[in-house]
């Protein structure tokens, strides 16, 4: 069994560096801190089927001290999940992704919901827990959930899919692909990716301390892949943990790789690709290379759950 997590070469040189979406900095491959260090140089990778590395984390500082979260934008908490996720302005957050590649939501999640996600890397039940530095996928842990998945994580799954299917097969289509190359449904997807022999489910949830990061990396499991998935960061930026931003690098063809550094509100969603983006050049749309990461934990505890809507092989 293998792990598709393909190397893409790294360039280093500049990055154009986005905090949320109002701090825009360019900075050096010196002045950056995390790690964009190329993947490493393997394409087969141990099976992450096996779970054997449940060591217990030690924090090693101290937890940041806990602040007043910033953000004011909150999607109404009167709503279910699904109800919630339809809410979203998506037409807002389709721009974003036709423009930049990603799109983070407004907070859609409570903090009471955020403290119960996280409480799932403890207690939930999981098919497998990859040690990542095990790997030389980075350092922490995360843990694949079991079906059936966590309520909230499946009704989540097939609401952003329903909202994002229709945003795919318009990308698919600017690429010269199938404008219908993905069904409408969730469910159909599922079964799609069954037929392929891709059967385990694919979301997660992420643990770092300090210290621990997540190499640039694409989470294909399979042939059948969908073209965007979704994060959320259940702990409070700033108050539970600092540094822990998600980094979002674009390969773009024949010129150098451009850098988002993303730091979303608690229960927030970001949505991104998972392997590349349309992108507007002279002569029509070219493919741009999409990777994926987590900068260096500097202090705390950061918990992510993430949801990628097709099943791994
Ligand atoms: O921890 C994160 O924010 C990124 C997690 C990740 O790699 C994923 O959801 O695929
Ligand atoms: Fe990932």
């Known amino acids: 069994m293998t792990v598709d997590r393909p190397t893409i070469p790294f360039q280093p ?33 141990p099976s992450r089927g096996v779970g054997r590395c449940a060591t217990k984390r030690v924090s090693r500082s101290r937890p940041a001290a806990r602040r007043v979260s910033m953000t004011t934008t909150t999607v109404p908490r009167t ?6 996720v339809d809410d979203l302005p998506w037409e807002a957050l389709r ?8 799109a983070v939501t407004p907070r859609l999640l409570d903090a009471a919901e955020c403290d119960r996600l996280a409480a799932l890397f403890d207690t939930g039940r999981f098919r497998a827990t990859i040690d990542m530095a095990q790997h030389r996928f980075g350092a922490g842990r995360y843990r694949y959930f079991d079906h059936p998945l966590p309520e909230a994580v499946h009704a989540l799954r097939a609401a952003f899919y329903g909202r994002l ?9 600017l690429l010269g692909g199938d404008p219908g190359a993905f069904p409408l449904e969730h469910d159909e997807l599922i079964e799609r990716c069954a037929a392929a022999g891709q059967t385990r489910p694919t979301p997660l949830i992420l643990r770092y301390g300090p210290g621990d990061w997540n190499a640039l990396h694409q989470d294909l499991y399979g042939d059948v892949f969908f073209p965007f998935q979704v994060v959320t960061v259940v702990a409070e930026p700033g108050a539970d943990f600092d540094g822990g931003e ?40 070219h493919r741009v290379g999409m990777r994926h990461g987590v900068s ?16 791994a092989r």
């Open 13 to 45: 040189d500049k990055y154009v560096k986005f905090i949320g979406d109002q701090t825009v900095t360019r900075v050096t491959e010196n002045g950056a801190t995390w790690c964009f260090n190329p993947q490493p140089r393997v394409t087969c990778l």
């Open 79 to 84: 709503r279910d999940l699904a109800g919630r």
């Open 95 to 102: 721009a974003d992704l036709d423009e930049r590649g990603f």
């Open 165 to 173: 299917a229709p945003i795919a097969n318009a990308w698919s289509a």
């Open 246 to 285: 998600l980094v979002l690098v674009e390969q773009r063809p024949r010129a150098q790789s451009r850098a988002h550094v993303l730091r979303p509100p608690r229960g927030a969603f970001v949505i991104f690709p998972t392997r590349e983006r349309p992108n507007a050049g002279r002569s029509g749309h």
């Open 296 to 311: 260096t934990v500097t202090a705390g505890s950061r918990t992510a759950v993430g949801i990628i809507f097709h099943d």
